[in-house]
Nanobody, 124 residues
Framework: QVHLVESGGGLVQAGGSLRLSCAAS????????MGWFRQAPGKEREFVGG????????RYVDSVKDRFTITRDNAKNTVYLQMNSLKPEDTAVYYC?????????????????WGQGTQVTVSS
């Protein structure tokens, strides 16, 4: 079992930045591909980005490319989501998730473990 806890959400003005963290405990963190997802009210959960076990490969949804960056520190069992140039449409609950395997997949059902989520609100 892997336990994930997100932090770092909050209220920010458009154009601002936030860094989300996701701390993992339980099994060996470096064995898991990590993903970030978000869900806005009335919408389905959406893949934001993900990072391979080594941290060498990342993948992003087009809407956040060049604005968001995912990194991980396997020594600290933590994955990060740096969000710059935030827009009101980025407002959502953000979740981190982990999956066994090699591939950074965009499908929520393919992730085995989930955090509780952290709210990000971007005001215009």
């Amino acid at each position: 079992q892997v336990h994930l806890v997100e932090s770092g959400g909050g209220l920010v003005q458009a154009g601002g930045s936030l860094r989300l963290s996701c701390a993992a405990s339980g099994r060996t963190f470096s064995n898991y591909v990590m993903g970030w997802f978000r869900q806005a009210p009335g919408k389905e959960r959406e893949f934001v980005g993900g990072i391979s076990r080594s941290g060498l490969v990342t993948r992003y949804v087009d809407s956040v490319k060049d604005r968001f960056t995912i990194t991980r520190d396997n020594a600290k069992n933590t994955v990060y989501l740096q969000m710059n140039s935030l827009k009101p449409e980025d407002t959502a609950v953000y979740y981190c998730a982990g999956r066994s395997g090699e591939i950074v997949t965009i499908i929520p059902a393919e992730y085995d473990y989930w955090g509780q989520g952290t709210q990000v609100t971007v005001s215009s």
